[in-house]
């Protein structure tokens, strides 16, 4: 069945630190991920994304990092600030031939104290 | 504003009613997808267009039909729905099929079934 997942459904942290949101996948023929944030009231928005022939992608303050021999991922976001409050969701690219879709994970809530 | 419309954003009906969701996309992309978010559970896709062309129809309920005219606008029937239909449904598009590249979200039509 469909297995993207997320370790931890509520991730609380303080203003200025460091956050990281794990996403571990089953497919190994995933090629491509994505990271995507979604605001209360608010679609999906894209983060940042990684191609399986890469282990690491830093965008503005936002880093994916992939492990393909345990089929993890994770998104690490610097001096997390009120504004990163959100469902965080990772979704990999999956299929082999044809049509291909996004699958998505849980998500996982990060809430930011000032 | 990602550029993907939908409208209404928030539906109210019975379940002998019958209602259309609209989405229209201002990007110039060649695909188009229905998603339904429900509380605690992963995205699940449910339709996809491709040019207009129906590419994946993700064992959905009879009741939700959907029409896609151009490449432009996605439309989602509703028919005799149930009340655990209720959920958030987000249209997205994406350049083209298969994905290699971000989709982009609507923010939704919040869909409660009485």
């Known amino acids: 069945g469909e297995s993207v997942g997320l370790h931890l459904p509520t991730l609380s942290v303080q203003e200025g630190d460091n956050s990281i949101i794990n996403c571990a996948y089953s497919?190994?023929?995933?090629?491509?991920f994505i990271w995507y944030k979604q605001e209360s009231g608010k679609g999906p928005q894209f983060i940042i994304d990684i191609r399986s022939n890469m282990d690491k992608r830093q965008g503005q303050r936002v880093t994916v990092l992939l492990n393909k021999t345990v089929k993890h991922l994770s998104l690490q976001i610097a001096a997390t600030q009120p504004g990163d409050s959100a469902v965080y969701f990772c979704?990999?690219?999956?299929?082999?031939?044809?049509?291909?879709?996004?699958?998505f994970g849980t998500g996982t809530r990060l809430l930011v104290s000032p | 504003e990602t550029g993907v419309t939908q409208t209404p954003r928030h539906l109210v009906m019975g379940m002998t009613n019958k209602k259309s969701l609209k989405c229209e996309q201002h990007?110039?992309?060649?695909?188009m997808y229905w998603y339904k978010q429900s509380a605690k559970k992963p995205l699940e896709l449910m339709f996809v267009?491709?040019?207009?062309?129906?590419?994946e129809n993700n064992s959905v309920p009879s009741r939700f039909s959907p029409e896609c005219p151009n490449s432009s606008h996605l439309f989602l029937h509703l028919h005799t729905l149930q009340p655990e239909d209720s959920a958030l449904y987000l249209c997205?598009?994406?350049?083209?099929?298969?994905?290699?590249?971000?989709?982009?979200f609507g923010e939704g039509s919040r869909l409660t079934v009485l």
């Open positions: 979704a990999e690219n999956r299929g082999n031939t044809g049509f291909q879709k996004l699958v």
């Open positions: 990007l110039g992309h060649n695909a």
């Open positions: 997205a598009s994406s350049q083209a099929v298969p994905v290699t590249g971000e989709l982009f």
């Open positions: 497919n190994s023929a995933s090629d491509y």
């Open positions: 267009y491709s040019l207009e062309e129906r590419v």
